[in-house]
């Protein structure tokens, strides 16, 4: 058995106390004024929505409550039966719609819970329960009127299931009491089905099992200088996203993970591992209750869990579900190396791959289904990162030597103005650019003109490196060789 109790004080607890000695003597009634008349109330109605069961993978259902003419709901409960042949209910959420009902003191009392086969309560049936106090005074009414979502249950799909289809339906079967489907209205009425409250079922379709979700980062690019191997940029952070990719679910949730890289020491260094943007969040922005990382020198394994205390002595860790699609997971700051690629005009790649680092952490998604961690090998796309080593076909060029002819003098002013700043140009552009920009400011202008007649005629400042003699500039891409020796 699982069970959430929430109470907002300890009088609330003790309401609960007197309250569930009322439940366990029959069906949920509140207190309240004497019963108002029937063509007084509106109609009311619990749906659920059908799902996609892939065999061995979650699923879940929504389920709904719709009222129509009437503003003044109380409370309700509902039981959620299941197919226990070929699913295994693990745990259910309320809906933010639920915990803003009550903007003045919030709920006065909340009960979820559910009973998997695996400990069966005695006169209960396998199946999930909400039940719900807004007011414990039945003194404020909310404006509930429309279908509202009030809870979702997750399963999961049994193997060898596929192609079958069974139903999930609100009952009255599930806990010890057993929690009937009742709506209270109307100053402490209780509706239940079959007066003025419809009950409904949802179809759950039985597939083959399939990738359900991804462990993937976009490729990385890094430059190196030709010459020399050095990398431009060497140090880079990996935003590691972990997805959910199954259309036929909308469970996108999970209690934990663990993954293992391996990777090529001779170009890559890991400097450290962090939780991404997807993790920090976690716990009001305080991060996950977990997060351990381990680095073997070829290869980085990272575990994280988020889990709720247990409420009540006794009752189980309860997994905290949390919404990663879309999210960096996880950051991995890297260092790249590329001494060994100088003179090497081919590039290369190296590759992060998702294997065993050597620690014994697998690569594989783990999601909690009630006391049980699901580990699905075979339903994880796992996209290896490559990372891309770059050329920079860079080669050796003098500042100032604009016209190739491997010295510096007027000519090569009068080469720059006829090739970049005369309206039309009088002569072709220089071999190399950057052998153009005289005063090294990344750009060509009348400002690189005045700085060369000022060296050449005036005795002003040399121009800066490479001069007088042949250099690479890392960034700066020379097609063509100017003269150097």
């Known amino acids: 058995m699982q069970a959430v109790l929430r109470f907002n004080s300890l009088r609330d607890s003790v309401y609960f106390l007197a309250f569930w000695a009322i439940w366990a003597a029959g069906p949920l009634a509140f207190a309240g004024p004497p019963d108002f008349s029937q063509g007084g109330m509106g109609t009311y109605e619990y749906s659920i929505t059908d799902a996609t069961a892939p065999e061995g993978l979650l699923y879940s259902h929504g389920i709904w409550m719709g009222i129509t003419n009437d503003p003044t709901i109380q409370g309700w409960s509902f039981s959620v039966c299941h197919d226990s042949t070929t699913s295994d209910v693990c745990g259910l959420e309320t809906t933010s ?21 695996a400990t069966v309560i005695p006169g209960s ?8 106090v807004i007011d414990q005074f039945a003194s404020f009414f909310f404006p509930t009127n429309g279908n509202h979502e009030v809870c979702v249950v997750s399963y999961l799909a049994d193997p060898g299931t596929a192609g079958t289809v069974t139903s999930t339906s609100i009952c009255n079967d599930s806990g010890n009491p057993q929690v009937e489907a009742v709506i209270v209205c109307c100053g402490g009425q209780s509706i239940h089905d079959g007066n003025m409250l419809v009950t409904g079922s949802a179809t ?11 462990f993937r980062a976009d490729p990385l690019s890094v430059l190196y200088c030709l010459s020399t191997g050095g990398c431009i940029v060497c140090n880079h952070s990996i935003d590691l996203e972990i997805a959910n990719t199954a259309a036929n679910t909308t469970l996108t949730e999970g209690a934990g993970f663990a993954f293992a890289l391996t990777y090529d020491s001779n170009f890559i260094t890991v400097n450290g591992v962090a939780p991404g943007a997807g993790l920090t969040a976690l716990n009001g922005g305080l991060g996950p209750d977990l997060f351990v990382s381990n680095d073997t020198g070829s290869g980085i394994s990272v575990q994280v869990l988020n889990t709720e205390l247990p409420m009540i002595p006794g009752f189980p860790y309860q997994p905290e579900l949390s919404t990663w699609s879309g999210q960096a997971a996880v950051v991995l700051d890297v260092s790249v190396n590329t001494t060994s690629l100088a003179g090497n005009l081919l590039g290369a790649t190296t590759t992060l791959s998702w294997g065993d680092a050597g620690d014994g952490v697998s690569n594989s998604m783990t999601i909690f289904c009630g006391q049980e961690s699901l580990i699905p090998l075979a339903e994880i796309a796992l996209e290896d990162i490559d990372i891309l080593l770059e050329p920079l076909f860079a080669l050796d060029f003098s500042r100032g030597d604009c016209n190739g002819d491997a010295s510096m003098d007027i000519a090569d002013v009068i080469f720059l ?10 002569g072709p552009p220089g071999l190399c650019a950057a052998a153009c920009d ?12 005045s700085y060369g007649l000022n060296y050449l005629l005036l005795g002003g400042s ?9 250099d690479i500039v890392v960034g700066v891409d020379c097609q063509q060789t100017t003269g150097c020796p």
């Open 97 to 117: 719609f639920v915990q803003a009902l009550n903007p003045i003191a919030g709920l006065f009392f909340e009960s979820l819970g559910f009973d998997d086969r």
């Open 125 to 132: 049936t396998d199946g999930a329960w909400q039940l719900i």
């Open 204 to 214: 759950t379709t039985h597939t083959a099992s399939s990738d359900q979700w991804s």
């Open 417 to 426: 103005i006829g090739g970049y700043l005369a309206m039309p140009a009088t």
């Open 438 to 449: 005289i005063n090294g400011d990344e750009g060509i202008d009348i400002a690189d003109v």
């Open 462 to 470: 040399m121009p800066p490196p490479p001069f007088p003699g042949c």
